[in-house]
Nanobody, 118 residues
Framework: QVQLVESGGGLVQAGGSLRLSCAAS????????MGWYRQAPGKQRELVAA???????NYADSVKGRFTISRDNAKNTVYLQMNSLKPEDTAVYYC????????????WGKGTLVTVSS
């Protein structure tokens, strides 16, 4: 079984920064893609950023130029540096690991709340 544990959420003023971390633990040999999704109240969960194990990144248009995803493959950890935060970035941020081991399983963290005040 694989577990994902997020940390780093909190309350920040507009224009501020936060850094989220997500560590995957368990019997892991390979994780193809690690990423971050978010879900705001009353909205669907959406992709924020993702990074493959060979370094290919994908960002939502709304965060390009403000957020940076990074990954430590040796530690099975993914980070999300969030700068110039806006109130519309307020959401629960979920870590995701896709393509885990040979079976290609998909796992989710429990989420961490990011609140950006205006």
């Amino acid at each position: 079984q694989v577990q994902l544990v997020e940390s780093g959420g909190g309350l920040v003023q507009a224009g501020g920064s936060l850094r989220l971390s997500c560590a995957a633990s368990g019997s892991i040999f390979n994780i193809n893609t690690m990423g971050w999704y978010r879900q705001a109240p009353g909205k669907q969960r959406e992709l924020v950023a993702a990074k493959t194990n060979i370094g290919i990144t994908n960002y939502a248009d709304s965060v390009k130029g403000r957020f940076t995803i990074s990954r430590d493959n040796a530690k099975n950890t993914v980070y999300l540096q969030m700068n110039s935060l806006k109130p519309e970035d307020t959401a629960v941020y979920y870590c995701n690991a896709d393509g885990v081991n040979r079976r290609g399983m998909n796992y989710w963290g429990k989420g961490t709340l990011v609140t950006v005040s205006s």
